[in-house]
């Protein structure tokens, strides 16, 4: 089963609706090139495969030049399905700018209709908004993680994640667990459904 559509993913990215607060400080503007490259996928500079044991690495980097930086992700694909990936992203030079998320985008098929966690919930929550969403378990559906607010922004988002698991009706799906803690958004809509332009 095909658990992430083609050309979709995992990939990096680095941008988010923008927010009512955030058009104060003007990040729109000032962090334009972050979305730029996350709009588009960046080439590729290299990609190299070798054996590590009974796994095997692809390590893809990428050349993020108007940025002076560049993204590395390295995955181990192990022979029980598994597959780890670390990601790593270094710039270099002082005028780089915010950066309003940090992380790997992607699109699964969308029978992946619920969405289990273990993090901070039920509703959403963020690094600077989370003091009354408590970590726990969770069960909730995608269209559920939805919060519409009256002008269309960033939004559903869950912070202080060890796992989430988006699975189909069935019970099969994926499963991602974290090495520490992570944040996620899994939304019908994609980034650019939440994007007011230029």
């Known amino acids: 089963k095909e658990l992430i559509l083609d050309g979709f993913g995992p990939r990096p990215a680095f941008w988010r609706g ?18 730029a490259v996350s709009d588009q996928l960046p080439l590729a500079r290299s990609v190299e495969v070798r054996r590590s044991g009974d796994a095997v690495q692809v390590e893809v980097s990428y050349a993020l030049d108007s940025l002076h930086s560049t993204w590395q992700t390295l995955y181990t694909v192990m022979g029980n399905g598994m597959v780890k990936v670390d990601n790593l992203l270094v710039t270099t030079g002082d005028d780089v ?9 992607m699109h699964l098929p969308a029978a992946h209709a619920q969405v289990t966690y273990f993090g901070r919930g039920p509703w959403e929550n963020y690094a600077d908004r989370k003091a009354s969403a408590f970590v726990g378990r969770y069960k909730t559906s995608v269209s559920d993680m939805y919060v519409p607010y009256i002008r269309p922004q960033e939004n559903g988002h869950r912070t202080d994640v ?9 019970g099969g799906g994926l499963l991602v667990v974290a090495d520490s803690l992570i944040a996620f958004n899994a939304l019908n809509n994609t980034v650019a459904d939440f994007d007011a332009g230029p």
């Open 18 to 35: 923008a927010t009512d607060n955030d058009y104060g400080w003007r990040m729109p503007r000032g962090a334009r090139h972050w979305k």
């Open 97 to 105: 700018p915010l950066i309003p998320r940090m992380g790997m985008k």
């Open 162 to 170: 060890r796992w989430l698991a988006l699975t189909r009706a069935d």
